[in-house]
């Protein structure tokens, strides 16, 4: 119904908004006055209520967490259509569901026998990160943490013994090794021979910058990090476990299809900053397929990245190997490969690298692996 001052309004929408305000004083005067009686009424019947709990002493506890138990299924099994609707996340159809098996999501907290649990995330590290200590730590499990060795964890904060305190800082590099200033004059082959480590190792460490990147300058007082190298005043004392592998290719072929591309000693194995082996031997020797395939590409003549002159060779399914640092290429894009007898090129000093030697990787579907678990 129309009222006197709706009847005179100059349009509808005056119309509109002077009914609703009217409704709505309405309604909220109705609320009011439900809340007060339904107030009134608990305060009348809440002390009945409660003398007659007590004097049971518990009797009617469980009847009560049955029926609420009941009650909360049922209001569950009620609302939950309108849920799934208006948050599809909930639904069930194939497009909502969230494939956690999807290599596209990533997870930094594990659940499961330990919710409380968090992971330290496998991203490469470029920098020393800071770490406190926590109630129930040890150089060993922190360093385990992290994936760095122990010493690598002492050397950096000056520690001669295990002993740490809950709220300690300590600084914790991104590879086993040492954090090292350089000085005036100093090259990657004299840090190398001081901190007891190959040259390789410096230049191949993604993070580490040169004035000059073919010829591996370096700056006086900047930082570099030294993988696998061992703090100087440790020296002395310190023993260094010294085991030789020695790549007996070219041998014959293994029932999996592969064999040493050359003979020589591994002076780098496969880390997450260098997925791949090192073999060295003396420049121009010769470098044989590891395994049948086709070549699928070869680069000479240039810098390509540190690979300089470099092959790859499809061996179908996905697999891919890649040979690098050559002096000579002698196969070109589309040849036919046979294990162990075609020569695929020489050993040589091309690209990134301190010394001769082969940078050998295998890729699965563009994925690097550790060559060492196809050839050994």
């Known amino acids: ?11 509808p929408i005056e119309k509109f908004a002077i ?25 009348k019947y809440k002390n009945f ?22 009650g909360a299924i049922g209001v569950g099994i009620i609302i939950s259509p309108i849920i799934a609707g208006t948050f599809p996340v909930f639904s069930k159809s194939p497009e909502n569901i969230l494939d956690l098996s999807s290599s596209s999501v990533k997870q930094s907290i594990i659940v499961g026998d330990d919710v409380f649990r968090t992971d330290i995330s496998q991203k490469p590290r470029d920098k020393t990160v800071i770490y406190t200590v926590q109630k129930g730590d040890t ?5 385990r943490k992290y994936g760095i060795s122990e010493d690598t964890v002492k050397w950096e904060n000056d520690l001669t013994g295990d002993s740490i305190t809950v709220g300690d800082e300590l600084k914790i590099l991104p590879v086993t090794g040492v954090a090292y200033k350089v000085s005036r004059g100093e090259t990657v082959y004299t840090i190398a021979k001081k901190l007891d480590t190959v040259p390789q190792k410096i230049v191949d460490f993604p993070f580490n910058e040169f004035a000059n990147p073919e010829t591996f300058s370096l700056v006086e007082g900047q930082e570099l990090l030294v993988p696998d190298g061992i703090k100087p005043s440790e020296r002395p004392s310190y023993t260094r476990p ?35 082996i090192d073999i060295e031997s003396d420049v121009g020797a010769p470098i044989v397929a590891a395994n049948n ?9 240039t810098w390509d990245g540190g690979y300089g002159n470099n092959a790859y060779v499809d061996m179908g399914n996905g697999y891919v190997s890649h040979y690098a640092h050559m002096s000579s290429v002698y196969v070109s894009p589309g040849q036919s490969i046979v294990a162990g007898k075609t020569v695929i090129g020489t050993v040589g ?10 940078h050998f990787e295998i890729s699965k579907n563009g994925v690097l692996q550790n060559p060492l678990a196809f050839l050994q």
Not at 139 to 143: F, K, L
Not at 349 to 358: K, M, N, Q, S, V
């Open 242 to 276: 010294r085991p030789v592998f020695i790549a007996s290719g070219p041998t014959s072929v293994s029932s999996a299809g592969f064999t040493w591309p050359l003979r020589g000693s591994i002076s780098q194995f496969a880390a997450w900053y260098h997925m791949a």
């Open 293 to 301: 395939g086709t070549v699928s590409n070869v680069i000479t003549g």
């Open 139 to 143: 150089i060993s499990t922190i360093a």
């Open 1 to 11: 119904m129309l009222t006197k001052h709706s009847f005179f309004a100059k349009n």
């Open 349 to 358: 000093l091309t690209g990134r690298t301190t010394g001769p030697h082969l």
């Open 49 to 70: 209520l409660v003398k007659f709990f007590i004097m049971k002493r518990g009797r009617y506890n469980r009847p009560f967490l049955h029926f609420s138990a009941i």
């Open 19 to 43: 009914e609703l305000s009217k409704f709505l004083a309405f309604f909220s005067s109705y609320i009011k006055k439900n809340v007060v009686t339904a107030s009134i009424s608990f305060e």
